[in-house]
């Protein structure tokens, strides 16, 4: 990441609050281990996805997983599986589109799009979105809040993409380090992950922390229980764009 990219995503880290740019969980909310956030991105993977599960499962993790919208539609019974094995499904859009080349109109298509999807098959409109990349325009990201979305970005890369071998899971588990409060990106479409976290569990590095929701490090939301409680008054609020 560029130093200037990096300032600008440092200031905007700290003028904004959790509920609407989420990066890193609050210190003060530390408990008797470190807390840290796992999130899976770019899933669900008709293998991957049931592997990063078992592993989850095996170490007794929690997890959100930010699903692309129309993988969720091919594969509906995995959404199904994370939510029936306790963990958050949240929003990665609908197709991945690359951010230069989404205008703020068609990235709020795709958000629409998915969260219409993930509503119908979990019953809840997620609340967590996070862009292709990490990457936002300013229109962009108005529009996700003024939808009450919560733009949730992470603190810990540790690149499991570039996980081909055993090898390569026993280096990169090894240089990945966390702290209180740090979101984990990880992804789910690709074999690494799952390798990830059982090299990490043999390691010991999962008795040493405790793994949160994402909602652990935000306020409750408005919105979430409108969805929850609603009767017949309806509708979810619809993502607005801002061109
Ligand atoms: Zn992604």
Same mark, same amino acid.
């Given at each position: 990441?560029?130093?200037?990219?990096?300032?600008?995503?440092?200031?905007?880290?700290?003028? /904004?609050?959790?509920?609407?740019?989420?990066?890193?969980?609050?210190?003060?909310?530390?408990?008797?281990?470190?807390? %840290?956030?796992?999130?899976?991105?770019?899933?669900?993977?008709?293998?991957?996805?049931?592997?990063?599960?078992?592993?989850?499962?095996?170490?007794?993790?929690?997890?959100?997983?930010?699903?692309?919208?129309?993988?969720?539609?091919?594969?509906?019974?995995? %959404?199904?599986? %994370?939510?029936?094995?306790?963990?958050?499904?949240?929003?990665?859009?609908?197709?991945?589109?690359?951010?230069?080349?989404?205008?703020?109109?068609?990235?709020?298509?795709?958000?629409?799009?998915?969260?219409?999807?993930?509503?119908?098959?979990?019953?809840?409109?997620?609340?967590?979105?996070?862009?292709?990349?990490?990457?936002?325009?300013?229109?962009?990201?108005?529009?996700?809040?003024?939808?009450?979305?919560?733009?949730?970005?992470?603190?810990?890369?540790?690149?499991?993409?570039?996980?081909?071998?055993?090898?390569?899971?026993?280096?990169?588990?090894?240089?990945?380090?966390?702290?209180?409060?740090? %979101?984990?990106?990880?992804?789910?479409?690709?074999?690494?992950?799952?390798?990830?976290?059982?090299?990490?569990?043999?390691?010991?590095?999962?008795?040493?922390?405790?793994?949160?929701?994402?909602?652990?490090?935000?306020?409750?939301?408005?919105?979430?229980?409108?969805?929850?409680?609603?009767?017949?008054?309806?509708?979810?609020?619809? /993502?607005?764009?801002?061109?």
């Amino acid at each position: 990441m560029g130093l200037l990219r990096q300032l600008v995503k440092s200031a905007t880290t700290a003028c /904004l609050p959790a509920e609407r740019w989420l990066v890193r969980g609050r210190s003060s909310q530390a408990g008797p281990l470190p807390a %840290i956030s796992l999130t899976f991105d770019d899933g669900p993977h008709p293998e991957h996805t049931p592997n990063v599960l078992a592993e989850l499962e095996r170490w007794n993790l929690t997890a959100t997983f930010f699903v692309i919208g129309q993988h969720a539609a091919t594969h509906p019974q995995l %959404i199904e599986q %994370i939510v029936q094995a306790g963990h958050t499904v949240a929003n990665h859009t609908w197709t991945h589109s690359e951010p230069c080349r989404t205008s703020a109109v068609a990235f709020a298509e795709e958000v629409t799009q998915t969260s219409a999807l993930l509503e119908k098959l979990t019953g809840m409109k997620p609340r967590f979105m996070r862009p292709p990349k990490g990457e936002l325009s300013l229109a962009k990201a108005m529009g996700l809040w003024g939808a009450g979305y919560t733009v949730a970005l992470w603190s810990v890369d540790p690149r499991d993409y570039r996980i081909e071998s055993d090898d390569d899971a026993c280096s990169v588990s090894e240089q990945a380090a966390w702290n209180h409060g740090d %979101i984990v990106l990880l992804h789910d479409n690709r074999p690494g992950a799952a390798q990830l976290l059982r090299v990490w569990g043999a390691a010991g590095r999962w008795s040493q922390c405790r793994t949160v929701p994402l909602t652990t490090w935000v306020k409750p939301s408005a919105l979430q229980h409108a969805v929850t409680t609603r009767g017949s008054a309806g509708a979810s609020p619809s /993502l607005q764009s801002v061109s």
